[in-house]
């Protein structure tokens, strides 16, 4: 993504037509901080749904984030990469929580067994 303020001169300088997409926030200061989530699963079969993910800093704090509109396909050893969203910047996180969903109400319960996950701030990639 691009800061709001410098967005025309790093897209506009293109020879092809650029789109722009800003998300943002519904509450104010209207920002979104963005990770990627690098997961890889264990399950033998397939699994297709959404991951929800919850973060906590050291002093209890927890901000969740939104449920991506498309669901994921989850193979054994593949990685996923997903883009999430959050409505507050945690600067130093203590633990995380993924929550799985299928989003089906008939049928058995899911589980989706992680192998390994990585989850990256796009707002502040040192992280």
Not at 26 to 48: A, E, G, Q, V
Not at 68 to 88: C, D, M
Not at 97 to 125: A, C, E, H, V, Y
């Amino acid at each position: 993504g691009y800061h709001a303020d410098r967005w025309k001169k790093l897209l506009i300088s293109y020879s092809s037509p650029t789109k722009a997409y800003f998300d943002t926030s519904d509450k104010d200061p209207f920002c979104m901080y963005n990770y990627i989530l690098d997961i890889t699963t264990w399950n033998k079969s397939i699994r297709r749904g959404f991951i929800k993910v919850k973060i906590i800093d050291y002093a209890g704090n927890t901000v969740e984030s939104q449920m991506n509109s498309e669901a994921s396909t989850f193979q054994q050893y593949k990685r996923v990469k997903i883009l999430t969203g959050f409505h507050q910047d945690i600067e130093k996180i203590a633990k995380i929580s993924l929550t799985f969903s299928t989003k089906t109400l008939i049928g058995p319960k899911q589980k989706l067994r992680i192998l390994q996950m990585k989850l990256k701030s796009l707002n502040n990639p040192k992280r």
